[in-house]
């Protein structure tokens, strides 16, 4: 059972977690139209976003190192205040490339935040760390999942311009939540993450790491390829749906309402990995989780219409379910006081790292078309999955990894 305390800390970082993702997944909803108001190419106009996926992580560890020093509110109200307003600067700038590709770095550079401040928060003070990190997570799949819908259907209305402003104030409404949710100091909790069963070398937690940044490869490429892909490689399900509708709605709002889907489910897998996270050995679910993603992946390749949109339901809800178990491995490795500095490591290596999934995405494009993207990204998972056998050999017979 909850404390008020942990309830109302649990409120902010879910609103949190919520817009960090928000933020990130708008721009891959709007691509195609992007690149055809701006008379480039796909590949050109995903090249935009690079700055932003990267600082979105390569920031995090300084981030962290903040947060622990300073505490989060602080930190999350910066986070607000300059996501906020770069998103403004976005709806001011949408045909200048050089200052678009500016605003849009600023949002992953403070958006980059929220992770390393609010699950670093989450690990101190709430007991049952597992369960709280996947409500927590369910929430920023809430943003992955509404991100792409709401882009697409505010594109479709009233224009990209307007889209941008509306982010901007809803992570404004942040703030709101810091002032109203007031929460005092606290004191760290005695949770599994500051026993004194933790492994004594810091190598499962080195490996871990290279784990992670694998992870972060295969999440990022796929959220940035897949309203895309679907708007592509779907057109006999929108022709389906364009008879039903007498014609309403255009190949992006069907790809962004498909894509929407897959982050929905990705909210109960979130509390599927949860509450497996609770009952098993952490290790051996993050081995199982990522194994189911490789085959799905390969299913995406090669499919189309309702055989994608159902591996890629399968690839979704396992790659997202993971999560918080991988949150809680995290947590069971690290010190109390450093706890935002780990979650800060983690994250530069999956959001930072994980940008280059943008370069890769990219080339690999290119060179064989974007079905060979998926193949490349259940390559990545089963090197991740080998990794993930790694940390079990070297954490053998530590007792923190189950309850």
Not at 93 to 114: E, K, M, P, W
Not at 369 to 397: D, H, N, P, Q, Y
Request: with cysteine; charged share 10%; proline share 4%.
């Amino acid at each position: 059972m909850q404390t008020a305390r942990e309830r109302t800390l649990l409120t902010v970082t879910c609103y949190g977690h919520f817009m960090s993702h928000f933020n990130m997944l708008v721009f891959p909803a709007i691509l195609l139209p992007l690149s055809a108001r701006l008379g480039l190419a796909m590949t050109e106009t995903l090249g935009l976003s690079f700055m932003m996926y990267l600082l979105f992580g390569v920031t995090a560890l300084p981030w962290g190192l903040l947060a622990d020093r300073f505490g989060p509110r602080p930190l999350l109200t910066i986070f607000y205040l300059g996501a906020g307003g770069s998103a403004l600067l976005a709806a001011m700038n949408i045909d200048n490339t050089f200052l678009l590709t500016i605003s849009l770095a600023g949002i992953g550079l403070f958006s980059g935040i929220y992770h390393p401040a609010g699950l670093g928060w989450i690990a101190k003070e709430i007991k049952k760390t597992s369960r709280a990190m996947a409500y927590n997570g369910m929430f920023g799949n809430l943003g992955l999942a509404s991100a792409p819908l709401v882009a697409g259907l505010i594109n479709y209305f009233y224009g990209i311009e307007v889209l941008y402003i509306i982010v901007g104030c809803m992570n404004f409404l942040g703030l709101g939540f810091l002032f109203i949710c007031k929460t005092g100091p606290g004191n760290i909790s005695k949770n599994n993450s500051s026993s004194t069963d933790k492994p004594t070398t810091l190598a499962p937690f080195l490996v871990l790491l290279v784990a992670m940044m694998l992870g972060g490869i295969v999440y990022r490429g796929t959220s940035v390829t897949l309203p895309s892909y679907f708007e592509l490689k779907n057109s006999g399900l929108f022709d389906a749906l364009a008879g039903l509708t007498g014609g309403r709605g255009t190949p992006n709002v069907t790809a962004t309402f498909f894509t929407s889907i897959i982050y929905l489910a990705g909210m109960v897998a979130q509390f599927f990995g949860g509450r497996i996270g609770e009952k098993y050995d952490l290790r051996y679910s993050y081995l199982i989780f990522h194994s189911i993603t490789i085959p799905a992946a390969i299913g995406m390749a090669v499919s189309s219409n309702l055989p994608l949109v159902f591996f890629a339901l399968i690839h979704g809800f396992f790659l997202l379910g993971m999560q918080p178990i991988e949150n809680t491995l995290v947590a069971r490795l690290t010190p109390p006081n450093l706890m935002s500095s780990a979650y800060g490591m983690k994250f530069i290596l999956t959001f930072g790292v994980g940008a280059l999934s943008v370069k890769i995405i990219k080339l690999v494009e290119m060179q064989w078309g974007i079905e060979s993207v998926f193949f490349v990204l259940a390559f990545v998972s089963f090197l991740l999955c080998t990794v993930i056998i790694l940390i079990i050999k070297k954490s053998r017979g530590s007792k923190i990894f189950s309850t």
